[in-house]
């Protein structure tokens, strides 16, 4: 009986004061499409490919990136071109099974692949989350390119490392 | 005659049009003050900061595809929602919400049927709300809805019996069964109920919450064990008769406090409706504190309180009022 007493009499209020002091902080929703969290300069988003001075291509395709990946996400095809340069002829990311890691990032010896800050790429179809060459390479601005295909996803123009998230 | 039955028409529909707003008005409160208790925002999306949020749940109810399982029991499973329902808006028949004015030389009384058994009739009404959650609970042919529908009627029933020896202080104070009478007993702040009456008033809001299946008595629905508990069968508007009858009788529960123990529409300066209508926001508002606030309590505990502690105290209230009525 006195045990019930003390609870109506002293823990009940004491609760609702501590629940009363709650109701005036400030929220802290970020009401997300209008208003976003800044990233952390470390953030790994989705994956670019950089571009020498000269427009060329970075990429070597040696192959480094592909035997880090813990998730095996890459794949890459070899090629030369008319100077005896070795590029890659198909070089593409399955989105949906990258565990955004960062470890291609540190495995690059051209340090040609970098990800970026962006994450809102998702699609409907799953063919879609496997991006192409064109889709990871920026210009020599470093500028995304333009991906036509993509009903969502990263659009041309904005840069990948600058995403203001 | 016909003056009084049309002006009767006219407050039955102005109140009845007024209470389902409130309801609808109150799912909102609810959601957004629960929502800055957790220090978040509540609904925002819909109307300014969320407000025609109700509008757009009761749409969405409206369309959602109506299902009746194939081993329930038809009839009853269809009449119990209208059994939460109805008692929650046929209650506000005797509740008065403001003093009685003069228009067209006529005298229309605030309050639509002022009759002199008021609680007695608000206690007969009440009582009946646990058939319909019972029944449901039945109906469903459903081992966690029967579960919630008997815990509520065991809850329900322990609970009626504090609620009315609760408020028997009040009656023997006022000599009325009255509501009117009662208000009008109340007319300066010391004469107030909550006064006159301060353990009546704490066992009264204890119990009403009991009544009212919410936190910390929300036994009968702990979705944690029960899933939803009575309603889990229930879709599209029967779901939301019950919560439609569950927010009624918080608004019911919280304008009789108002009427019994705040004095009912006593107050300075402002309209006595207005008054009514901030006493009465205060209840919801404290209603939906305790959600924000309290766990909930476990089976045994619930039963020990109620018989155990509850009881004993009301029948004390009820002895100290009559020893100092005699003194």
């Known amino acids: 009986m006195f045990e019930v007493f003390k609870t109506i009499f002293l823990a009940i209020p004491k609760g609702l004061s501590v629940t009363f002091k709650y109701l005036f902080t400030k929220a802290i929703t970020v009401r997300y499409p209008e208003q976003k969290l800044t990233l952390s300069p470390r953030y790994r988003g989705l994956h670019y490919l950089k571009r020498n001075e000269d427009g060329s291509e970075k990429c070597v395709c040696c192959g480094l990136c592909a035997a880090a990946c813990p998730s095996g996400c890459i794949y890459m095809e070899p090629a030369e071109d008319e100077f005896g340069q070795r590029y890659a002829k198909v070089y593409e990311i399955n989105e949906l099974r990258c565990i955004f890691c960062g470890y291609c990032q540190e495995a690059c010896p051209k340090e040609a692949i970098f990800l970026g800050k962006e994450y809102e790429f998702s699609n409907d179809q799953r063919e879609k989350m496997i991006y192409k060459k064109e889709d990871l390479l920026v210009s020599i601005f470093g500028q995304r390119m333009k991906r036509p295909d993509a009903r969502t996803g990263p659009s041309g123009g904005v840069r990948p490392d600058e995403h203001s998230g | ?327």
């Open chain 2, 1 to 327: 005659m016909l003056t009084f039955i049309i002006i009767t028409l006219i407050k039955v529909l102005v109140i009845f049009v007024v209470f389902l707003l409130m309801i609808a008005l109150l799912t909102w409160l609810e959601r957004k003050l629960l929502g800055h208790f957790q220090v978040r925002l509540g609904p925002m999306r819909v109307g300014p900061h969320g407000l025609l949020q109700p509008i757009a749940d009761g749409i969405k109810l409206l369309f959602k595809e109506d299902i009746i399982p194939d081993n329930v029991n038809k009839f009853v499973y269809v009449l119990a929602p209208l059994l939460t329902f109805i008692p929650a808006l046929i209650i506000v028949a005797v509740i008065p919400f403001g003093k009685s004015i003069e228009l067209f030389g006529q005298r229309i009384d605030m309050v639509i049927s002022n009759f002199n058994m008021g609680i007695l009739y608000i206690f007969a009404v009440a009582s009946l709300s646990v058939y319909g959650i019972v029944l449901a609970g039945w109906s469903s042919n459903n081992k966690y809805s029967l579960l919630g529908g008997l815990r509520s009627s065991a809850q329900m029933i322990s609970y009626e019996v504090s609620l009315g020896l609760s408020l028997i202080g009040v009656f023997m104070i006022a000599g009325s069964l009255n509501l009117v009478d009662i208000v009008n007993a109340q007319d300066k702040l010391y004469n107030w109920f909550i006064i006159r009456q301060p353990l009546g008033f704490l066992l009264y809001l204890v119990c009403a919450t009991a009544e009212l299946n919410r936190i910390p008595f929300d036994l009968p629905e702990a979705e944690q064990e029960l899933v939803a508990g009575y309603y889990i069968e229930y879709s599209s508007m029967k779901f939301s008769m019950f919560f439609l009858g569950e927010y009624g009788n918080m608004i019911n529960v919280s304008a009789l406090a108002t009427t019994l123990f705040l004095g009912g529409w006593h107050g300075p300066f402002l309209p006595p409706v207005v008054w009514f209508l901030i006493k009465l926001t205060a209840f919801l508002f404290f209603f939906i504190w305790i959600r924000a606030t309290l766990p909930r309590f476990r089976y045994d505990q619930l039963m020990n309180f109620g018989w155990k502690v509850l009881l004993p105290l009301t029948i004390l209230n009820v002895l100290i009022t009559a020893v100092v009525m005699i003194l």
